[in-house]
């Protein structure tokens, strides 16, 4: 079975500053990472995923999150925000063989002008 | 394809009463989830489908609560009886089989509150 923790419940950042968003999981087996933005009153939609090949992966608006196996961690990374992303992130674990994804509980990231 | 579409939005019901929700997958995706998601929450697996057939169920799922997908196409969640703990926004998700475990892709949901 797999779990997800997403270590922040809130992250508060001013606009243009850097943020880190932390998300671990536990597996024994191997696995896919995916991160989630959720806008308010809105489905989740997919940031980005990590699959297979280069840990680096990165989504078309600026994110970044590096797959680390030794540190079992997943964390999701913006050199410089906007107001734009003022959303719920969620990180997300599935097995390869498997059929659920299993989510983390959610860290609110509030960018303040 | 618009995307995976749920139907209502909103539903606000009384105590006791039934509710119904509908969801539409993306056109060639087989699988089809349900989850809730609580204030503060994230999604919680519900119950998944492959086609027709209703694979798994999540042990959140009482009695109370039935998904159909007569025809792997279109789905339903019923709750039967509905108590104020139901209250949650409801999510739909489709994917595709039988490649690889890929990402799930969410509707908008429905909110239900039980008053």
């Known amino acids: 079975a797999q779990s997800v923790t997403q270590l922040d419940s809130q992250v508060p950042v001013f606009e243009e500053a850097p943020v880190e968003l932390r998300c671990n999981y536990s597996s024994s087996v191997s696995v896919y990472l995916f991160w989630y933005v959720q806008y308010p009153n809105q489905g989740l939609q997919l940031l980005l995923k990590y699959l297979s090949g280069s840990t680096l992966v990165e989504s078309i608006n600026g994110f970044e999150a590096e797959f680390n196996k030794s540190q079992t961690s997943f964390h999701l990374r913006k050199p410089s925000v906007h107001i734009s992303d003022t959303a719920e992130y969620f990180c997300a674990v599935s097995a390869p063989s498997g059929f659920k994804t299993i989510f983390g509980a959610g860290t609110r990231l509030f960018v303040k002008a | 394809d618009t995307g995976v579409s749920q139907d209502p939005r909103h539903k606000i019901t009384k105590r006791g009463q039934n509710v119904t929700f509908r969801c539409d997958p993306i056109s060639e995706h087989n699988r089809l989830y349900w989850y809730r998601q609580t204030l503060g929450q994230g999604p919680e697996f519900l119950t998944y489908f492959q086609n027709e057939a209703q694979l798994e169920k999540s042990r959140l799922l009482s009695d109370r609560f039935s998904a159909e997908r007569p025809k792997g196409s279109f789905s339903t969640l019923e709750i039967q009886r509905t108590e104020q703990g139901d209250s949650a926004m409801y999510l739909c998700?489709?994917?595709?089989?039988?490649?690889?475990?890929?990402?799930?892709?969410f509707g908008q949901g429905t909110r239900l509150t039980v008053v």
């Open positions: 998700a489709s994917s595709l089989s039988p490649l690889m475990n890929t990402e799930a892709f």
